[in-house]
């Protein structure tokens, strides 16, 4: 046991000796990298500083400058912070930054300190952005070394053997020629003896082409690449040549071979070629062609490829040819097959003499055992021009089936197709978009039973029979016909534009024609697909929403149409959306039993809000079926069941709606002038309401008594001969001007407000004899009210459902001081008339009283239900002496005898 002490005593004695010694040997390194650092850091910075600025003839700003010698062991290296270079003065260029690099590197070996003379051997930059440029002028943001003034030899040089970049934008643009290349590089690494004449350059490059694009046109997008080259660099011949070249696009391979001269007017001579390079391979790297899912696919075939590269450096010819024989591609789920596939290509670029051009000949195969072919030439990449032609019969769901287009979720029918295109491709530089001109074209394509289901959108095409013949851009339509869900069409016209439509981005298409409908279903006409699956408890409501890339001129006749529950008949009119707005013109149909004509405009362009704004003219329409069209309005205050009568009216309107097509009620602008001809209101609680306040109002029921009952059962069904009015809506409020209602029940005097939150305010005035069942007799004879008898003043406001009823005491008040006003003008006229006073005043004018017709007045003998004449009753002598006269003027002037006067709303 005191061995095994001893033993473990010594190991730990020992540990501590090694611990001791390390931890000595690490402080001393720390010390001596540290001493280093204070006794060279700032002379080996401003001999860097120096000889920078002796060779740089650009700006350049560093946030700091370090001296390491601990991350880049067992190099020592002076580290830059946050580099900017800026581009020389002389380039044109927005962006004036040539290089930007988080971290600079130049490293250079430990013994230099000692040697007091630094030769930089390495230089590495992470997280870069580096942006060569040619601006129109030639001039190049790159040179920025210049030869030193100075001959003297300094204490800082370089000695290049490696260079490293890590995560790092490349980009390269020449406008001279329209070059525009961009890079996403991980990593690239050059190694060689860059000080000697001659010696070997290895370099690997692992990257992403981000685009590279020539003269506009975008060759290669997104797409990984790796380039491994051994280079021999001959300084003295002025000569770089392939030692080994090897260079892979996406899944294609391929080896590079040959040399070219590094002095401005130097030969280039470089042969690419594709390295067993078969379908499946091609179209990986290219997946537009048939979407990312290759494992659906079973392919046969090879692509062949060959390019030269011959002549000038700074301008080589390029001539590549390619070619794929009797290849074929299955689609597994579906069967579907495109077999002997075969075409030719060829790409000339860089002639002098000669316009660059694509050329895709020789195109034939069998899809699905039917046979097609065709070719496509582009010239000129400047300013491109096609020549293209397609012939064949294709079975449009296979067609799907095999390519799985995006957008559409089924389609059915054939699709026959003969044609030549001649066009012309423009380019805008500044939105770097394209145009197309179609010089010429030619040739016929038919539909038959087309079917098409489109995933954004709930309407699907079907039996669709029709011929389209080319002419230029335009494509002429005769008796095309089918179905959009329950709606069927007719187009006879022309599709403007739309062979550019079709090929290319941000085209329009325009129809003009002729459209016949038997029935015109809006709801699939104006649905579009919810933005969002809708939560829980949401509607899923259908949104509007006009294309922006289609404008139509449409002279249509149709005989129905409906929406929800509306519907309407002999629809006819122009309608045209131009730039997402909807309109209608020259617009008549017959809805409701009644005419209405008009027009109407809906501005689409903002997706979120639509104005709505329209002229419309009604006449002789069924107001309860109107009710019933429109589902009461979305109330149920005033129903179809409660309305009856003949609507003509006059309508301004605009609103603002949003794509669930849910109005903004508070952006209602309208005027109406309003005729109702023979119209019945029945059963309206509004009127109950007015029946039971008069109950519970204590002076009106001791004035009317039982007669309020009878009132109620006569309110319950009003008919009127005919009611007019103008009603405005502005701010989500009806107004309501005073007007008359002379119905079977009695003649009521009505004005207000109604909110579309159902709030109301209401003034509502009628005649007290009116309420009497019985006529009163005086001892003058029966009492007939001359329209100067007593009113009952109501003032109904608050909740519609529950609404609040009070004697309209300011409703009175300002009918008679207008009444008592019009009397005083009356006395007046008689004055002038009379004694001839007032002569100056040619307003005044006796009010005339009609003379009253002999009426057959009716008592209600509530008993019996038997009615009496005034003729039946005794008839006596009617007296009329200056004392009635007196009472009579009284009257006229509103004075009248204390009796006569109450405490209820009564005059």
Known sequence: MEEKRNVLKTVIRKTWK?????????????????????????????????????????????????????????????????????????????????????????????????????SVEKIAMKNADLRLYIDEKGNENYVIWKSSES????????????????NAKISYRNKTNFQDYQFKSQELRLKGNFTEDVYDLESKVNTEIIHF??????????????????????????????????????DMNFDVEGSLSDT??????????????????????????????????????????????????????????????????????????????????ELIAGKKEEKDQLLLEDLSGKFNDAPFNGKILLQDFENPKMDAALNGNFDLRALHQFFKFKEVEQTEGFLSVSAKVKSRFVLDKETETWSMDIQSASGNARVEKMALGLKDHPVKYSGFDGEFSLQGNNAFVENLNGNLGKSDIMINGVLQNLVPYLLLKKQKLNVVADLQSELIDLNDLLAAAPEKEPKVNEKNNSRLKFPSDINFNLNASVNKIEYSTFEAKNLR?????????????????????????????????????????????????????????????????????????????????????????????????????????????????????IA???????????????????????????????????ISIKNGIITIPEMDIKSSALTVQLSGEHHFDNQIDYHINFRFMELLIQETENEYGYIVDDGTGFKVYIHMFGDL???????????????????????????????????????????????????????????WDQNTGTEKSPEEKPKEEKKKDNKEKVNKLKKKLGATDEEEKTKIEIE
């Open 801 to 859: 459902n529950n609404p609040q009823f009070e004697s309209d005491s300011e409703e009175r008040k300002a009918d008679r001081k207008a009444y008592n006003q019009e009397e005083i003008k009356n006395i007046k006229a008689i004055m002038k008339e009379e004694f001839g006073l007032f002569k100056k005043d040619s307003t005044l004018k006796i009010k005339e009283t009609p003379k009253e017709e002999v009426k057959f007045l009716l008592e």
């Open 151 to 166: 001959k003297e030899k300094g204490n800082f040089s370089f000695k290049l053997k490696d260079f490293h970049l890590e």
């Open 573 to 689: 009119g122009n309608f045209k959306l131009i730039d997402k707005v909807f309109s209608g013109d020259r617009l008549s149909l017959l809805f409701a039993k009644g005419l209405c004509t008009g027009n109407l405009e809906i501005d689409g362009r903002s997706d979120e809000a639509f104005a709505v704004t329209s002229s419309v003219n009604i006449s002789d329409m069924d107001i309860r079926e109107t009710f019933v069209l429109f589902k009461n309005f979305g109330q149920e205050v005033v129903t179809d069941k409660n309305v009856k009568g003949t609507l003509s009216a006059t309508v301004s309107f605009g609103m603002v709606m949003d794509p669930t097509l849910k109005i903004d009620q508070n952006k209602i602008v309208s005027v109406a002038q309003v005729m109702l001809k023979n119209g019945e209101l029945n059963e309206l609680q509004s009127f109950k309401d």
């Open 18 to 118: 090694i611990l001791r010694a390390i931890t000595l040997v690490f402080l001393s390194l720390v010390l001596l990298v540290a001493l280093l650092v204070f006794l060279f850091e700032d002379k080996i910075k401003n001999y860097a500083v120096e000889y920078l600025n002796s060779y740089l003839n650009t700006e350049v700003r560093v946030e700091s400058i370090d001296l390491n010698l601990i991350s880049t062991f067992p190099y020592a290296s002076l580290e830059f912070t946050n580099v900017i270079i800026k581009d020389p003065p002389q380039v044109n260029k927005l962006r004036d930054t040539l290089l930007y690099t988080e971290k600079l590197y130049l490293q250079f070996s430990l013994w230099d300190l000692l040697s007091n003379d630094y």
């Open 264 to 345: 401005t007017n130097g030969e280039c001579n470089i042969n690419i070629k594709g390295k067993e390079i078969n379908i499946h391979s091609l179209l990986k790297t290219f997946p537009s062609l048939l979407g990312d899912d290759l494992e659906q696919y079973s392919t046969e075939g090879e692509l062949k490829f060959f390019a030269q590269l011959h002549g000038p450096v700074n301008h080589p010819e390029v001539k590549a040819s390619f070619n794929i024989e009797n290849a074929s591609l299955h689609e597994k789920t579906s069967g579907v097959r495109l077999k002997n596939l075969n075409f030719k290509g």
């Open 213 to 250: 694009k020539s003269k506009g046109i975008t060759f290669i997008k997104n797409k990984k690449t790796e380039l491994d080259f051994n280079l021999n660099i001959n300084r003295n011949k002025h000569l770089i040549s392939f030692n080994t070249g090897r260079f892979r696009l996406g």
């Open 692 to 726: 039971d306040y008069m109950r519970k109002d204590k002076k009106i029921k001791v004035a009317l008594g039982k007669n309020i009952d009878d009132l109620e059962k006569r309110l319950n069904n009003i008919r009127f001969s005919e009611l007019k009015n103008t």
